[in-house]
């Protein structure tokens, strides 16, 4: 009896609309696909937005955005982008993605194997292979993995999925090259302190201390952010700068490729539990990461031995998968608590001054 792993697919669409950091931590799985298929076609479906960032990946033959929050906000838009992508013929769909859009996306495309996980209930009406995401067992690379099983793809906690590789474009490297040229020698910290959701972020207070900490000690501190964090920005600058001309501020001057050219640059990095914190940790970049909200059994922590979390041990943490608006008990104390002495004190050998 053939089954979905002995077949030669030719044209497959993986569909993962989460956010930036969800996208990036289904590379693992796209190259490890590739691999497997070489002849195939894969085309990848973002969130609107972040497709900048895998224009340049070599496995992709296209990456598509789907502007889930703008203008194909709804089920009629769902409807229509399914019909037409129904007429490009895929032949295998797998989606990472649990919304209800998405499985009526998927049941629209029609492709003859569509792979999705076996909850909610509503993905046994669109898909025709359905596999455990295995929640509470495994990191979220793995439990992407587990989509792979009906075409013979495995990866758990005894045997992990490799480090993903980051293909960058000529336009994004030239101008993480073009900001580096401008800098002064040194040691180079980089920090992005924002997040989609407020209550992962780190007082501002406490990275303008490590930013003033970094820039007594001769390092040059590059401040990333993006549309909407300008002024979590300037007020960390305003805080932290010491006038000696080491500290550049590049709140919203940068594309998503450039922001992850640019860290790709830095010889560390404090971030937040965020979407750029997962720029960082892809590229091996020594990575210092704030986490309140959200926790290691969730799934979503930073690889790899250059990798550290800052955490504080209280009952309340987590206090959900994404964080929220404002702390549930008022205190927010998951990221107060965690000290800038406790952040400095892993960055300081991280750049080496």
Not at 14 to 35: M, N, S
Not at 157 to 183: F, K, N, W
């Amino acid at each position: 009896m053939t089954t979905p792993a002995d077949l030669d697919f030719r044209r497959i669409g993986i569909w993962q609309t989460a956010f930036l950091g969800d996208a990036v931590l289904t590379l693992p799985f796209i190259q490890a696909l590739k691999k497997s298929r070489p002849g195939a076609e894969i085309h990848l479906f973002v969130r609107a937005g972040v497709e900048g960032l895998f224009r340049a990946q070599r496995e992709l033959a296209s990456v598509r955005p789907f502007a889930k929050r703008g203008a194909q906000k709804g089920f009629f838009a769902a409807r229509d982008l399914g019909r037409r992508l129904a007429a490009e013929a895929f032949d295998l769909w797998i989606s990472p993605h649990t919304s209800l859009r998405s499985a009526y996306v998927a049941r629209a495309v029609g492709a003859p194997v569509r792979i999705g996980y076996d909850a909610p209930w509503y993905n046994w009406l669109a898909y025709t292979h359905l596999v455990p995401r295995r929640f509470n067992e495994l990191d979220e690379i793995e439990r992407i993995f587990q989509l792979g099983a009906p075409i013979g793809l495995f990866a758990d906690r005894a045997h992990p999925a490799p480090m993903p590789r980051l293909d960058l474009s000529p336009e994004a490297v030239a101008r993480a090259d073009e900001i580096c040229a401008g800098l002064p020698p040194g040691k180079r910290l980089g920090i992005h302190p924002g997040s989609t959701w407020p209550t992962k972020c780190w007082p501002a207070e406490h990275f303008a201390e490590v930013a003033r900490r970094a820039l007594a000690a001769g390092a040059v501190v590059l401040l990333f952010a993006g549309p909407g964090e300008e002024q979590l920005a300037a007020h960390i600058a305003k805080i932290a700068d010491d006038g000696s001309g080491r500290l550049f501020n590049l709140a919203n001057m940068l594309t998503i490729p450039a922001l992850a050219a640019c860290m790709a640059r830095v010889d560390a990095c404090l971030t937040n539990d965020s979407g750029p914190m997962h720029l960082a940790w892809a590229q091996g970049v020594p990575l210092v990461a704030c986490f309140g909200p959200t926790v290691r059994r969730l799934g979503f922590f930073p690889r790899g031995e250059n990798s550290r979390v800052l955490e504080a041990d209280l009952a309340c943490r987590p206090c959900g998968l994404h964080g929220h608006k404002v702390c549930p008990l008022g205190h927010h104390n998951c990221m107060r608590d965690i000290s800038p002495d406790q952040a400095w004190t892993v960055l300081r050998p991280m750049l080496g001054v």
